[in-house]
Every structure is written in C-alpha cells, then in structure tokens.
C-alpha cells in the first residue's frame, strides 16, 4: 500500500495517468514501464463521465477518513465499486530484433515482482479513481463522454476524420485534388464514384461503357492472334446455352462500334469536342445496351470474333493513344472487373467484384436497409493487372502518423507488412478468397491445394522480406525507387485535401493504416486508408510490427515532448507545413450600412 501510494502521488505530480480502452496489452505495458499509472475504465459502461458521478458518496461510504482499518479494506478491493477491471492487466511485450537483449533483461526485472505485479496495479488504478486521464488511448472516441474528453490532454484519436477513412469521404476529397496539389489523383487511385450521386453514377456508367470499348479491342488483337501482353481471356461459361462459338450479329460491326467509341473518346480526352452540341458524345454514338450484351459474350461467354487487317492496325493505334492519354490504363486487362464496397465498412465486410454494369446498379439498389444504402455505396475499378507473387494476390498494409493538424505533420512508418490471398490469383473466378487480402476474410478460408507452397503458411510477410524476393526478380530497387515514393506521395495527397474536413485536436494524434495494390510496373495503388487499424497480431510477423509500431508511437507522442533527440524508431518525418493562422471565430462585429436610393 505504501509503494503503490508512492507512485501514485508521483504520476499525479508528473502528469502521468493514463486510461486504455480496447485489446491494447502492448499500450498498457510501455506505458507502465515509463512510471504511468492506469485510471482503468469499467467494463459494462465505459462512459468515463459517468463512472466519475457518485464517487464523493462511494468515498463516503467505503473510505471513512477516521477509521484506517475500513479504509485498507475499500483500497484492497478495487472491483467491489465502481471500478471493475477491464480485461487482462498482464502486461504482453515483444521486443523488436535490435533491442531484443535489453528487453529480456527488463522482463527478467518484472518477472521476479510478477507476484504483486497485478494486485500493485489494481490498487493503484483504485487510487487514481478520481483523476482525469492525462492520455486516453481507445478504439472509438464515441465511447468516451464528450465533457470529460475535452479536459484529457493526449488522445490518440482525432473528430471527424470520415473524410480520409471511410471510401465515400476519400473518393469525395480526392475528387479536390487538383483544386489542393498540382496532382492526378488518377495516378495512385483506382477510379472511383459515390453511387448516390446522381452525377456521379451516370459519370460511372460512362466509364464502364469506355473500358467495355477499349477491353473489346484488346479481346480483339487477342483473338486475331496478337496477344497484348497481360490479357487474359475467361473460359467457357456454363451458365445458358450459348457457347464459344455463338454467333454474334455482326463480329466486324462490333469491332467497328468500339472503334469509333475509342476514337471519340480521344477527341474527348484531346478537347478537340468543344464545338459540339452534345456534352459527352460517348453516351449517344451507339446503342449501349445492345453493345455491353455483345461485350458480354465475348469477354465472358468465348463468342467469337474476327478482325480484318485494317482494323487490326487501327486497334492497335487506338490503344497506343489511349494508353498515352489514359493514366490507368495499365491496370486494366479485358474482362472490365469493377469491386463494388459498401462506404463506411471495414475488414471488407460486403465488398462484392463485378463484371456487369446491371450488377452494380441492382446491387446498390437492392441494400434497402439503414446502414447500408444506397448513398453509402461506391464502386471502383478493379486492378486487374496486379504484381502476384507465387502467382497470389497481395496487398500492403502502411502506417503513418498525424501528430498535428494545424501545421500538418506527418510520420511515415518505414516497416510495413503484406497480406497474401488464400487462393491463386485468377480473373475467371472472382471469389473473396483469391481478391480480398484482409486477414479477417482470409482467415475464413483453409490454403488451397493449388497453391504454391512458398506462399507463407500465415499469409503474411513483412517488408524486408518482400524486398528480398525484389532482388530476387531483378528488380531490387523498386521498393525504394517506385513503391516507397509513390505511398509517400498517395498518403501526402490523401491527407492534404481532407484536412480541411478533419477535426484535428492540439496535443493529440492518430495512427492510420494505409491499403495498397502493387500492379505488374511497381507502382503502388491506394485502396484505401483505415482509422485505427488493427494491433492485434495475427502472425509472428505481426506480433513482432504491431508492438514495434506501438512503441514508436509512444516515443513521438510522449518522449520526444521532453527529449525532442530521442529516437522515433521507425517513423520518418515526412511533412510539416507551415503553421496556418486560425480564423477568428468570436469577437467580429460585421455590420452592413447603406442609404435609400432617391430619384
């Protein structure tokens, strides 16, 4: 009692009392080694606010100032009031590789006082009861009452960053890039639209049309023998009763049709279709419908289809322009793949592949439900052209760190990890397990017979890794030359056009984890960008990076505040702004004065 009352009175003098909300077991020991005393927060109701209320007549009750004997025995059961234990108090801590040797000898430390270790750490969070968490590091903010959260000083979650973590806000704020950065945000993410706008379903319909026109031509130059590197053409379908060979109306007039969509569309893309009546010519020039029905059975069905010499020629030039012209192309292969997710949905819960432009609009219209409308849908092209390894898909899990919104400040983890799908990669098959890499889909599937045996048994490899089997290729510098700079620069765009919609808060911070594609060229493809991204390990390799990342976090946000040269581990500045003048929000007397206008 007398050594947890030292060290309480110490943390309260020093500021350091800290509350943990969520599976954070790596938080809670790195913190406790710093010299931080745990408030912990009740298990049914984790309104810290309320949790406060009533405490001066709990104290009254089981702490009588006179009586020494009653008050060791209040102090002694910290989970008979209103201070239940939230889960596990062991302190969980994995060391990274260069500080394995002195962190053995910190656990060694701890293990002999282990015995009273648990009991030592209930008795103070019993004391601190009554005290204001100087940093809260929780799961959700909504949990936390709004009065009490003002008077926290570092929180490790910022208001409103809807407009950078969920697919409709990022789709939204990058769709203001240009007005924000001298940047395409086509360059590094897939396209994308909200399909509860209205002008933005109809611009998706247009670009599923267009990429319908130009996977034909592909099919085509394929078909004739002239197999464009990366295609890929599907099997037979078993579905109706029209075969490989079904014959289509007129094989020359729909090569022709898509022709003459793809030469429009270069007269769109060179602005040379100013002087026409019709906005958007592409819409209007033929019959869409009969046109897709056509597509269909080509890319999906094996009809059959020829081409003369003139327009294999003339393919070949149109695809060269656009391939110049347009900044995804490359991604793109010939079945026209677009993935379908709902907007404020993690772990990729509801995410559906599509290769059918009805799909998606009966899709989204048949969600009627509250959460998932169809407002809160978007839908967006599907890479087609990934960089497999052992013929698998992957993809790139990257944190970074806002530390400050006002000026932006921005920390880019330098270890990432990857995600391996369950199944080979195939177009032919558009199932979860070979097209969603997140570990809480792939977990649900067993490895399948087909798979290459070098794919890791846990799905899961780290960066370092991932650059060895670079070199192995040849192509040792992409990381550092291609992939490190181009998720530096998404991440940079991302942030720089939404934060005028976050809710930054002085003194607090975020760590975000960031989704990337690799296509077949290296370049990385943002999908998406996850607030509060899982720490929970799911493989050594992610044991190993998620304590790392933790520890690093703490030394940016705590250390550094009294030692600006302690190490930041891992995390590399990448960008601070110039500090912003806030607008005056109070004190202006804005008055209109005028006079009568007289003849």
């Known amino acids: 009692l007398k050594k947890a009352k030292w060290r309480v009175e110490k943390a309260i003098k020093e500021k350091k009392i800290f509350a943990v909300q969520g599976p954070y077991p790596v938080i809670r020991s790195l913190l406790r080694a710093r010299g931080w005393v745990e408030r912990k927060l009740p298990r049914d109701d984790r309104r810290m606010k309320q949790q406060l209320g009533g405490q001066k007549k709990e104290r009254l009750d089981t702490e009588p100032s006179d009586d020494g004997d009653e008050q060791g025995q209040a102090v002694l059961n910290p989970h008979g009031g209103a201070q239940p234990s939230l889960g596990t108090t062991e302190p969980l ?6 500080e394995e040797e002195e962190e053995e000898t910190e656990d060694e430390d701890e293990e002999e006082d282990s015995e009273d270790s648990d009991d030592i750490h209930d008795l103070m969070s019993y004391l601190v009861r009554d005290q204001v968490p100087n940093f809260l590091w929780t799961i959700r903010l909504s949990n936390i009452d709004q009065e009490l959260l003002r008077k926290i000083e570092v929180v490790n979650r910022y208001h409103w960053v809807h407009a950078l973590s969920t697919k409709e806000g990022l789709c939204l704020s990058l769709q203001n890039l240009p007005w924000v950065e001298q940047a395409d945000p086509d360059t590094f993410f897939p396209r994308c639209y909200r399909l509860g706008t209205v002008e933005e379903r109809e611009a998706f319909i247009e670009d599923f049309r267009l990429t319908a026109a130009r996977s034909l031509l592909k099919l085509a130059l394929e078909k004739a023998g002239d197999k464009l590197v990366g295609t890929k053409q599907c099997p037979k379908s078993d579905k109706g009763t029209e075969g490989p060979g079904y014959p289509l109306s007129s094989p020359p007039r729909l090569v022709e049709k898509a022709l003459e969509v793809c030469e429009q569309h270069l007269d769109v893309l060179g602005h040379q279709d100013i002087d026409r009546r019709t906005p958007s010519p592409c819409r209007t020039c033929i019959d869409w419908d009969c046109f897709l029905q056509d597509y269909y059975r080509v890319a999906h069905e094996g009809a059959g289809l020829a081409l003369s010499g003139a327009q294999r020629e003339r393919c070949q030039d149109l695809l060269r322009r656009l391939a110049e012209q347009l900044p995804q192309f490359s991604i793109e292969g010939d ?3 677009w993935i379908l997710k709902p907007s404020a949905k993690s772990r990729g819960r509801g995410i559906v592949c599509v290769t059918r432009l009805e799909e998606v609009l009966q899709l989204a219209r048949g969600c009627t439900t509250p959460s998932v409308r169809v407002c809160e849908w978007v839908v ?4 087609e052209q990934p960089l497999t390894i052992f013929d698998t898909k992957f993809d790139i899990r990257q944190w970074f760190l806002v530390t400050d919104g006002n000026p932006l400040t921005v920390w880019f983890y330098q270890d990432c990890y990857l995600r391996f799908c369950s199944q080979p990669f195939s177009l032919h098959h558009l199932e979860h397990s070979r097209h969603l890499c997140n570990v809480s889909i792939q977990k649900r599937y067993k490895t399948s017979s087909h798979q290459d045996p070098r794919v890791p048994p846990h799905r899961v490899w780290s960066s370092k890794q991932f650059q060895g089997y670079l070199a192995q290729l040849g192509r040792g510098d992409a990381w550092h030359q291609v992939m490190v700079p181009g998720m530096k620069a998404a991440i940079l765009n991302s942030l720089r056009c939404a934060q005028d919609r976050m809710g930054f808060r002085k003194g607090s911070f975020e760590l975000f984890g960031a989704d990337f594609l690799v296509g077949k060229d290296c370049q990385p493809w943002l999908l998406e960008i996850n607030s ?3 720490m929970s390990p799911s493989s050594a390799v992610t044991r190993r ?5 933790q520890r690093d976090t703490l030394r940016l946000v705590l250390d550094r505040k009294d030692n600006p040269s302690c190490s930041t581990g891992a995390f590399e500045l990448i960008y601070k702004e110039a500090a912003v003048p806030l ?9 209109v004065k005028g006079c009568c206008l007289k003849k």
Do not use: D, E, F, W
Request: hydrophobic fraction near 35%.
């Open 93 to 98: 801590h994995y060391p990274s590789p260069c």
């Open 335 to 337: 079945l026209n793949v």
């Open 380 to 383: 967006q092209k599907y890479v």
């Open 532 to 534: 509060c991204p899982t």
């Open 545 to 549: 990076l998620c304590a790392n990342v």
């Open 583 to 591: 607008r005056p929000t109070v004190g202006i007397n804005l008055m």
